[in-house]
């Protein structure tokens, strides 16, 4: 992306959330309580905030905190919303639209600010009781991180550039920890030494440890160019250095120097900039016009001496007579052939791609989705109209309607670790913005996944990944006191699992105080404080709107919002997601998705009137239910299936549409699911077998109902249900707590 | 239907040279009453094709039916106006509506117990709708209209259609909020 596209999408973004604001507001002029509203001014203001740090807008980022900052005290009802109080906040909706415009129209982010609307900000923040506001001020964090940025140069990269050619000349750069580690580098000089001449050392500081409270006494900021001359090979030089291999960065360059910067030249060129090999030569600088020129002339002289015909097969390739004529060595003009080479077949290989426009990709898929259902149409009238000879014609016609699907939509799967990588840049400016220490590590980046469904949930990602660096990471010095490894470690996951993917993000933080959420969530009035609630059900609060333990709000993230907007957003993709975490162990959030939103594999059952679609990938078996095999305790039902506890639930009685004609005798089935790493079962009436699910969405009508997925419209042109089997076993759960508490009553 | 639009147009004739403001409105029966509604939300009606119940839903979602490849929400208006559930019959309707919630339209389905013609009415025939007396929710009711001396009640679609209304599901989904994670219903 480039960075005006991402520009043109932040504008976007920030249009869109000006726009919820500005409704949000007027909600609130007739209904100053209103919650969600509040919420929705809060969130304008805190996601604007976020994307504006993320693009270096500090502007913005300083008079959406202080607005931010407000908000969350109105919210919390320190600050009263005052109908005055509204009408400012009005006037920082519009003033965030110029500011934005301004700044992003402007060439280079740091451009002053025009000195009008800077004035007009600080009157608007003065109104708003900016001197009793809260927060830390992001200016100290954000630029002290741009003048690192200026003060770190890679300058030692070119500085030793090797000069006289019978030297080895070996570059040396000692990591931060490398004393910490036990590593002395003054021992490796030593050995080195005595394998032949220092020629001469040079010793560099890196350029952070001379900024103020930068240096830390126990890190290394060395740097060494060595001189060495000695009858050695490379293999015995680099084993110099094998124990320093973790803690530093080496390179080592040979005394022929010419040479070797000639392979390294011609391996670094560009594919399509590999013409000629005479002009690959040329460019890099091996060869001079004139001996190339000389070169082509004793080829095109040969040439001329053979018949016509065999001039091509006859012709001497130009390396050869630059050779011979000593213009240059053979590794050198091996080398430029290789890369000739390598170039020619890479262009083959990207010949193989075609890009495409995901609209037309989506709308393929729409259409194929209507294929699905029209051929199981077909399906159903041949069955009816009993004509046998169909039947083969039929088969073949739904065989290959399922491979032109799973092709299709195989064709809009993306690795989800293009989409990871981009994380590594926010954990990088995040860490130099709090001081901290923290590496990522990405594992899993293969797995597929759909486009749309990665797009959607980038966003979710963001806001965990930011909570595990800001909230979850201890600084180094905490770390340190607590006996851990002072480099923090974001892990994210990403692996298939039964028809979903599983993404999991763990960090090796400070972890949940169970005991503190439980504490807010009574302040928040969200429980009561005689509610018995098990650990996993107090973690789950942290999902709740409004619910945050970090005391202090920070520029990056905080005040928990962002968890309820993540549970919201992954919810909409029907996924779920769960939390686990130790008090100072660190903390992982699991995130379970579906692999596409489109179209699925499902099983068709039949309960009561109606009929019911369950995601094949979650049918583990079906089994026949026998009249006596269920137990019912108090209000719970059980089986034992091979010796296994089994919940279940009977569907017909969960949505109370039992079918008042069927025989009461009549046997029903047991279909086994599972999810995430429970089973269960449902019961139903009968099993009509597996078909292929287009997914209709149910609008908005349903967006609160759960246990149902969305719609599917099946061949005879009726619409069955696709069950969502995690948020039933959480409904039948939560009756059973209601039955429960009911019978703990009486 | 298009026989019927054009009678009545005839017949409606005479108003609308007593008047220059001049409204369209379906009028229906639910429960042997007669109702109006605006035409400018009425989308299309057909005949009632099989609908499917959605499960833990109150009983005034009918369920959703299959419209042309499109799964449409279905509201039973007998049972959204308090008259109980509309019992299915040869005549019954369901009358497509369109209902726009900020930039996105839905359609949604109203089933009725009859389609019975369309009407014009007169500005100076709309009155305000009575403040009590109706068996019907006031906020559901837009106006009265006056059509051959009785009054007809013309329904407020955005309130007796109120996405955000119908969306909160309240019946089962409340008590089954476990947890106490969903602060927000």
Same mark, same amino acid.
């Given at each position: 992306m480039s960075l005006d596209s991402a520009r043109q999408a932040f504008l976007a973004e920030v249009a869109e959330l000006l726009q919820s604001m500005e409704d949000a507001l007027l909600a609130l002029e007739d209904d100053p309580e209103d919650a969600e509203s509040l919420n929705a001014v809060f969130r304008a203001m805190h996601t604007i905030k976020g994307t504006g740090g993320v693009f270096g807008y500090d502007s913005i980022v300083d008079f959406t905190h202080t607005v931010e900052t407000l908000m969350d005290r109105v919210r919390s009802g320190q600050v009263p919303l005052t109908r005055p109080l509204i009408a400012t906040l009005f006037e920082c909706r519009d003033h965030t639209a110029r500011l934005v415009d301004t700044i992003v129209a402007a060439s280079t982010p740091d451009e002053p600010l025009d000195p009008e609307l800077a004035r007009a900000g600080e009157a608007l923040l003065a109104r708003l009781g900016h001197s009793g506001g809260a927060g830390v001020s992001p200016e100290s964090a954000s630029g002290s991180a741009a003048d690192a940025n200026a003060a770190s140069p890679s300058a030692s990269d070119t500085k030793y550039l090797p000069v006289v050619s019978d030297l080895w000349m070996i570059t040396l750069r000692f990591k931060r920890d490398t004393f910490r580690d036990g590593i002395d580098p003054l021992s490796f000089l030593r050995y080195l030494g005595s394998l032949g001449e220092l020629v001469h050392v040079t010793t560099q500081l890196d350029p952070e440890a001379l900024r103020e409270d930068g240096f830390d006494a126990e890190s290394c900021y060395l740097e060494f160019g060595l001189g060495f001359r000695g009858e050695v090979d490379k293999p015995t030089i680099a084993g110099v250095f094998e124990f320093a291999d973790q803690d530093c960065e080496i390179r080592i360059l040979e005394p022929d120097t010419a040479q070797s910067k000639y392979l390294d030249l011609l391996a670094a060129v560009p594919d399509d900039q590999v013409g000629w090999i005479g002009d690959l030569l040329l460019r890099i600088g091996a060869l001079t016009q004139g001996e190339l020129d000389r070169a082509l002339e004793t080829q095109a002289a040969e040439s001329s001496d053979v018949g016509e015909g065999e001039s091509e097969t006859r012709k001497r390739r130009v390396g050869e007579i630059l050779v011979e004529q000593g213009s240059i060595k053979p590794a050198v003009v091996e080398q430029a052939a290789r890369t000739q080479e390598a170039a020619r077949t890479r262009r083959q290989e990207e010949a193989h791609f075609i890009r495409v426009d995901a609209q037309r990709l989506g709308h393929l898929i729409d259409l194929i989705g209507e294929l699905v259902t029209s051929s199981a149409a077909i399906r159903v009238l041949v069955k009816r109209a009993g004509v046998e000879d169909m039947n083969e014609v039929i088969d073949g016609v739904e065989y290959l309607v399922s491979e032109i699907r799973d092709n299709a939509l195989q064709l809009r799967m993306v690795p989800i670790g293009d989409s990871l990588s981009r994380f590594k840049r926010v954990v990088r400016d995040t860490c130099r913005e709090l001081g901290k220490e923290i590496e990522l590590v990405i594992t899993g980046g293969e797995t597929e996944l759909d486009k749309t469904v990665v797009e959607k949930?980038?966003?979710? %990602?963001?806001? %965990?990944?930011?909570?595990? *660096?800001?909230?979850?990471?201890?600084?180094?010095?905490? /770390?340190?006191?607590?006996? !851990?490894? #002072?480099?923090? /470690?974001?892990? @994210?996951? #990403?692996?298939?699992?039964?028809?979903?993917? *599983?993404?999991? @993000? =763990?960090? $090796?933080? #400070?972890?949940?105080?169970?005991?503190? @959420?439980?504490? !807010?969530?009574? =302040? =928040?009035?969200? *429980? !009561?404080? &005689? &509610? +018995? %609630?098990?650990?996993?059900?107090?973690? /789950?609060?942290?999902?709740?709107?409004?619910?945050?333990? !970090?005391?202090? =709000?920070?520029?990056?993230?905080?005040?928990? +919002?962002?968890? $309820? +907007? *993540?549970?919201?957003? @992954?919810? #909409?993709?029907?996924?779920?997601?769960?939390?686990?975490?130790r008090l100072g162990e660190g903390t992982q959030v699991t995130i379970v998705l579906p692999l596409t939103l489109a179209i699925i594999d499902g099983f068709l059952v039949g309960a009561g009137a109606d009929q019911y679609v369950i995601p094949l990938s979650q049918v583990a078996e079906c089994v026949e239910m026998g009249a006596a095999s269920g137990v019912k305790r108090h209000g719970e039902h059980y089986i034992n299936l091979r010796g296994e506890v089994l919940p279940f639930i009977r569907l017909t009685e969960l949505f109370e549409n039992a079918d008042p004609e069927r025989r009461a005798g009549r046997r029903e089935s047991l279909v086994v699911v599972r999810f995430g790493h429970h089973k269960m079962g449902l019961v139903v009436d009968t099993l009509l077998g597996e078909l292929q699910t287009v997914i209709k969405p149910l609008g908005k009508v349903f967006e609160r109902l759960r246990g149902v997925a969305g719609a599917t419209i099946l061949g005879t042109g009726d619409i069955a249900l696709i069950l969502d089997v995690a948020e039933l076993a959480a409904i039948a759960e939560g009756q059973r707590a209601v039955a429960g508490r009911r019978l703990a009553g009486a | 239907m298009g026989e019927l639009v054009l009678s009545n147009r005839a017949s409606a004739a005479t108003h609308t040279e007593t008047s220059d403001e001049v409204t369209q409105y379906l009028t229906f029966a639910v429960s042997d009453e007669r109702l109006a509604m605006s035409i400018d939300a009425v989308k299309e009606i057909i005949e009632t094709p099989a609908v499917t119940r959605v499960p833990m839903t109150p009983d005034y979602i009918r369920g959703v039916i299959n419209l042309r490849g499109s799964v449409v929400p279905v509201i039973d208006l007998g049972a959204r106006l308090g008259r109980g559930p509309i019992i299915l019959t040869k005549r019954s309707c369901i009358v497509l509506v369109e209902v726009h919630v900020g930039d996105e339209a839905h359609v949604l389905g109203m089933l009725v117990d009859e389609v019975k013609n369309i009407l014009e009415i007169a500005a100076e025939d709309i009155k305000p709708p009575p403040e009590f007396g109706s068996e019907i929710r006031t906020d559901f009711i837009e106006a009265m209209g006056r059509v051959d001396d009785v009054f007809v009640i013309i329904l407020s679609v955005d309130h007796v259609l109120s996405m955000q209304e119908l969306a909160a599901l309240r019946r089962l989904s409340q008590e089954t909020a476990s947890g106490g994670s969903d602060g927000e219903s």
């Open positions: 949930m980038i966003d979710p %990602l963001t806001h %965990l990944i930011r909570n595990a *660096v800001d909230h979850g990471i201890e600084t180094p010095e905490v /770390r340190r006191s607590r006996g !851990k490894p #002072a480099q923090g /470690r974001v892990h @994210i996951n #990403a692996y298939h699992d039964s028809g979903h993917i *599983v993404v999991e @993000i =763990a960090d $090796d933080g #400070a972890g949940l105080d169970a005991e503190r @959420i439980r504490a !807010k969530a009574e =302040a =928040a009035g969200l *429980v !009561k404080p &005689d &509610d +018995v %609630l098990t650990r996993e059900e107090t973690l /789950r609060l942290i999902f709740a709107p409004g619910l945050s333990t !970090k005391e202090q =709000a920070t520029n990056l993230s905080g005040r928990g +919002v962002g968890m $309820d +907007v *993540v549970r919201r957003n @992954i919810e #909409a993709l029907r996924g779920t997601v769960e939390l686990d975490s | -």
